[in-house]
Structure formats: structure tokens, C-alpha cells
């Protein structure tokens, strides 16, 4: 099974700061993977996909980029909405996996 | 627009079963797959599996397999998932998940509510 490790687990910032995210695999997942923001209460909701391709109605601040092995999400300015675990997922084996997700927090 | 109404809130007792559906409308409901997703109280995301909406193909995690079905009923628009056997640590929120395609890639999407599954005595 492939091993989606997140880093750092929880991130602690302010509004207008910026966040950098880090899934690594334990093998290639090629660019088969996608970024996901949960907020509490909530069902997952689609940032990324195919790695560094943004989902309708995203906002341009976030941007995923990365292949193989090593991924980055990265929130360029950091709203008051944006404050909520992030997790990755692959796709590209079966059994598809998650991270264990980055709680980004408001400092 | 794509709706996916899961069933209510239930509790059961270690050792017993439970299937939790997910009814899907506003598309046709064979032309997109299903996936199965638990989380457990204040935990991570964790993917149980896949169940092809066409031929009724499954695909499961190692830990659940031998200990959850999926099936689902084209006639009802609607996707099952039974998990057995339960214990404690089974207790979570269950959200089914239905892909939508990005130029071949395929990505849960839409999501169900959730349906919080309590085991206890």
C-alpha cells in the first residue's frame, strides 16, 4: 500500500501569510493525486487535481505543484477561510490512500 | 444538480452489522463510480474502498477487506456499504464519495453528508 506522509501536521499562521504543504509517497504515484481542504463539521472538498491542476471555483492562491514522489500545496495568502486540514490522496494505486492531513491554524 | 442523501445516524453493538446507503440523483447514476471514506471522531480521512456503479467491480482496503461489502442497485440510483464484525474503533462518520473525471483522471467529488456510525455496549 502506498504511504501518503503530510508535513508539518499542523501549521500555525496568520491571515495574509503563506503555507506550504508537503505530501511525500512512499512510491511514485506519477502526478495521480489531489489535494482535498476539510473544514470541521464538513464533508472534504477538491482543490487539486492531477497534482497541480485547480478545480473550478478555487481561488488562484492555491496552487498544487509536484510529481513522483514529492508534492506541495501551497496557499499564497492565507484567508480566514482557508484555516482547515488539508489532506492528499492518490489514486494512481490501488488501495488509494490519504494523508493524514495538515491542520493549518490561525496563529 | 448532483444530490447524494446518505442514510441516518445508527448505533450498534460490537459483533453486529451495519449498511449505510447513499442515493444519488440529478445524473445518470451508472456513468460515474463510488467511493467509500470513513473518519473516525477528530481523525484523518480514511479510504475503504471503490465500487464500480456499471458491472458492480469492488475494490477494498486490506483492513477492511473480509469485513465490508460494497454493492449498489442502478434501479434505485443508490450505493450500499456493510461493515461487520463491528467494534469500538469502528465508530466514525461514513461518507460516500462519486468520482468526477478530469480528462481521464477520476477524483471523488461530490460527497455524500455522512452518517455517524456509534458502536457501544
Known amino acids: 500500500e502506498i504511504v501518503l506522509t503530510q508535513s508539518p501536521a499542523t501549521l500555525s499562521l496568520s491571515p495574509g501569510e503563506s503555507a506550504t504543504l508537503s505530501c511525500r509517497a512512499s512510491?511514485?504515484?506519477?502526478?495521480?493525486l489531489a489535494w482535498y481542504q476539510q473544514k470541521l463539521g464538513q464533508a472534504p472538498r477538491l482543490l487539486i487535481y492531477?497534482?497541480?491542476n485547480r478545480d473550478t471555483g478555487i481561488p488562484a492562491r492555491f496552487s498544487g505543484s509536484g510529481s513522483g514522489t514529492d508534492f506541495t500545496l501551497t496557499i499564497s495568502s492565507l484567508e480566514p477561510e482557508d484555516f482547515a486540514v488539508y489532506y492528499c490522496h492518490q489514486r494512481y494505486y490501488w488501495p488509494n490512500t490519504f494523508g493524514q492531513g495538515t491542520k493549518v491554524e490561525m496563529k | 444538480q448532483v444530490q447524494l442523501v446518505q442514510s441516518g445516524a445508527e448505533v450498534k453493538k460490537p459483533g453486529a452489522s451495519v449498511k449505510v446507503s447513499c442515493k444519488a440523483s440529478g445524473y445518470t447514476f451508472t456513468d460515474y463510480n463510488f467511493h467509500w471514506v470513513r473518519q473516525a471522531p477528530g481523525q484523518r480521512l480514511e479510504w475503504m474502498g471503490w465500487?464500480?456503479?456499471?458491472?458492480?467491480?469492488?475494490k477494498y482496503s486490506q483492513k477492511f477487506q473480509g469485513r465490508v461489502t460494497f454493492t449498489r442497485d442502478t434501479s434505485a440510483s443508490a450505493a450500499y456499504m456493510e461493515l461487520s464484525s463491528l467494534r469500538s474503533e469502528d465508530t466514525a462518520v461514513y461518507y460516500c464519495?462519486?468520482?468526477?473525471?478530469?480528462?481521464?483522471?477520476?477524483?471523488?467529488?461530490?460527497w455524500g453528508q455522512g452518517t455517524l456510525v456509534t458502536v457501544t455496549t
Open positions: 492531477t497534482a497541480s
Open positions: 465500487i464500480s456503479t456499471d458491472n458492480g467491480d469492488t
Open positions: 464519495a462519486r468520482e468526477t473525471s478530469y480528462s481521464g483522471y477520476y477524483y471523488p467529488y461530490y
Open positions: 512510491q511514485t504515484v506519477s502526478n495521480n
